[in-house]
Nanobody, 124 residues
Framework: VQLQASGGGLVQAGGSLRLSCAAS????????MGWFRQAPGKEREFVAA????????YYSDSVKGRFTISRDNAKNTVYLQMNSLRPEDTAVYYC??????????????????WGKGTQVTVSS
């Protein structure tokens, strides 16, 4: 599985962006998917996760209520809708595929694939 993230950009505080992560390969629907982010000088952190069917979603406390993760298995794509963006959301965002538990808790051994990041910059 290869993952390609897109949709990042520059937005003012309070604005919205939608990130997409397109996956190659026929096994996309068998993986849980997630989004992580890494701000300059900080460690990579979990943002959101979704199970294989899309029936269960999980969020970090910092984005809960503002971000929504979803997936379309027919299109091999996972999305991250980001609303009410804040300057502290500025980071490189990465999509990942693996087991739901590993994604939720950032356990590297269970995250099988990473996409290249997409930059999100929120101006104040």
């Amino acid at each position: 599985v290869q993952l390609q993230a897109s949709g990042g950009g520059l937005v003012q505080a309070g604005g919205s962006l939608r990130l997409s992560c397109a996956a190659s390969g026929r096994t996309f629907s068998s993986y849980a998917m997630g989004w992580f982010r890494q701000a300059p000088g900080k460690e990579r952190e979990f943002v959101a996760a979704i199970n294989w069917s899309g029936g269960s979603t999980y969020y970090s406390d910092s984005v809960k209520g503002r971000f929504t993760i979803s997936r379309d298995n027919a299109k091999n794509t996972v999305y991250l809708q980001m609303n009410s963006l804040r300057p502290e959301d500025t980071a490189v965002y990465y999509c990942a595929a693996g087991s739901i538990g590993s994604i939720r808790f950032g356990i590297e051994n269970g995250i099988h694939y990473w996409g290249k990041g997409t930059q999100v910059t929120v101006s104040s």
